[in-house]
């Protein structure tokens, strides 16, 4: 079974401010990691994924992370901010092959302001 | 907006009574998935379908949750009775196949009074 852990619940942020949004996961097997977004009532949009390849993985919305197996971590960097990021950050985790659950984390909320 | 489509998207009902969710996932995703997102919380399976078939439903509260997708398309998660606990975002979500990224609805948000 796979566990993720978002270890800031909230991070607020200035306007074109750099972020950093932290993700550890725990797995006995290897993994796909993911992160998501989701807007006030709406559902959660894909950001980016990692499957396999280039531990720095590119999403969209300027957003990028980096797969650290020995740290068993997938943080979610983005070098400046807009008002319109503003929004709840899922990481996400599932072992590669069958029926694999995707498990998610508890959320970090970005708040930014002018 | 979302590809995959919900129904409805808010829902407040007293307990002790049913209420059902209706999703559309997108054309030709094999896969669908029902999620419930307690506040402040990851979305948490409750089940998964292949096609019509189940292929998880660990997590699902038989005893009172109920899903179906009887063709294969479209999909109906039905709660009887409703409990004051169930009060969450249930979302819809579809994938291609299994091993691809999820589509995810905008969700029902579900009070229950």
């Known amino acids: 079974a796979q566990s993720v852990t978002q270890l800031d619940s909230q991070v607020p942020v200035f306007e074109e401010a750099p972020v950093e949004l932290r993700c550890n996961y725990s797995s006995s097997v290897s993994v796909y990691l993911f992160w998501y977004v989701q807007y006030p009532n709406q559902g959660l949009q894909l950001l980016l994924k990692?499957?396999?390849?280039?531990?720095l993985v590119k999403g969209i919305n300027g957003f990028e992370a980096e797969f650290n197996k020995s740290q068993t971590s997938f943080h979610l960097r983005k070098p400046s901010v807009h008002i319109s990021d503003t929004a709840e950050y899922f990481c996400a985790v599932r072992a590669p092959s069958g029926y694999s659950t995707l498990t998610f984390g508890k959320g970090t909320m970005l708040l930014v302001s002018p | 907006e979302a590809e995959v489509a919900q129904s409805p998207r808010y829902k407040i009902t007293e307990k002790s009574q049913a209420v059902a969710f209706w999703c559309d996932p997108i054309?030709?995703?094999?896969?669908l998935y029902w999620y419930r997102q307690i506040l402040g919380q990851g979305p948490e399976l409750l089940v998964q379908f292949q096609d019509e078939s189940v292929v998880d439903d660990s997590q699902l509260p038989k005893d009172r949750f109920s899903a179906e997708r009887l063709k294969g398309v479209d999909s109906t998660l039905k709660i009887q009775p409703a409990e004051l606990g169930d009060s969450a975002m249930y979302l819809c979500?579809?994938?291609?196949?299994?091993?691809?990224?999820?589509?995810f609805g905008d969700g029902t948000r579900l009070s229950i009074l």
């Open positions: 990692y499957l396999s390849g280039s531990t």
């Open positions: 979500a579809s994938s291609f196949t299994n091993n691809q990224p999820q589509h």
């Open positions: 054309s030709g995703h094999a896969t």
